[in-house]
Each structure stands twice: as structure tokens, then as C-alpha cells.
């Protein structure tokens, strides 16, 4: 398998409710991981603003080989993550960076061009 099949896709740009992904197009919400992502639909694990980003949410990302995980918070901070989240990252020893939207985009994206196995959740509004 070649780095280019594993490599995380690039965001390619970031707005308030939109975003445009590398070979995935465009949408509100991502999970992004080595060798591909898809939208992110938070009704699928019964995510909310409050307590967050939950386990199951990271789950998929881990399964695809993630070593890093950028959580974003939102671009107004208002997406929060749940304790047992970063527990779970912690046992795993994966690096997580937790950090509002446009930086986690920015941060996401500078591992991804150096070659990281980087995996990330992005919430492009509030």
C-alpha cells in the first residue's frame, strides 16, 4: 500500500458551515482518518454540544490506524468533549490535540502533508 492511499486527505478549505475535503467533497461536519473520511453524522453515536465528542465517535478513527487525533470544538468553542473520550486516547497512547475549529483544521492538515497518521473530527459552526 502506498503512502498516497494511507495519507489523511487534506481539508482543503474551511467556513462557517462548510467544508471542502480532498477527494470527499463538500460538507458541514468530517471524520477524517489515514486513507480517507466521510461526513460526520452525530446522530449516529447521539453526539450533542454537550458532553461531546463521545467514544464511539473516535472509535472509527482509531480503526483506520490513527496515531494522532485533532478534536475540533467548533469555530465558537461550543462542542465540548467528553472525559471518557480522552480516556480512551489516552489508553490507546494516541496524541490529541483539542482545539477550536480553524486551528484544528490547520493542525490537522500540517501532519497530514508531513506524513502522520493523523485522524480528526471537525465541526465547522458553532
Not at 482543503?12 to 466521510?38: A, C, H, N, Q, T
Not at 472525559?83 to 482545539?99: A, D, F, K, Q, W
Request: aromatic residues 6%; negative net charge; charged residues 20%.
Amino acid at each position: 500500500m502506498s503512502s498516497e492511499t494511507t495519507r489523511s486527505p487534506l481539508v482543503l478549505s474551511i467556513s462557517w458551515g462548510r467544508m471542502d475535503v480532498e477527494g470527499i467533497g463538500v460538507g458541514k461536519d468530517f471524520k477524517l482518518y489515514p486513507g480517507g473520511g466521510r461526513p460526520w453524522d452525530w446522530s449516529e453515536t447521539g453526539t450533542r454540544h454537550s458532553p461531546g465528542v463521545q467514544p464511539d465517535d473516535v472509535q472509527e478513527l482509531l480503526s483506520h490506524g490513527a496515531k494522532t487525533v485533532v478534536l475540533s470544538r467548533g469555530m465558537e468553542l461550543q462542542l465540548q468533549v467528553d472525559p471518557r473520550t480522552l480516556r480512551l486516547l489516552e489508553e490507546r497512547g494516541v496524541t490529541v490535540h483539542v482545539v477550536e475549529t480553524t486551528e484544528a483544521v490547520q493542525i490537522y492538515n500540517d501532519l497530514a502533508t508531513g506524513g502522520s497518521a493523523v485522524a480528526g473530527l471537525f465541526h465547522s459552526t458553532c
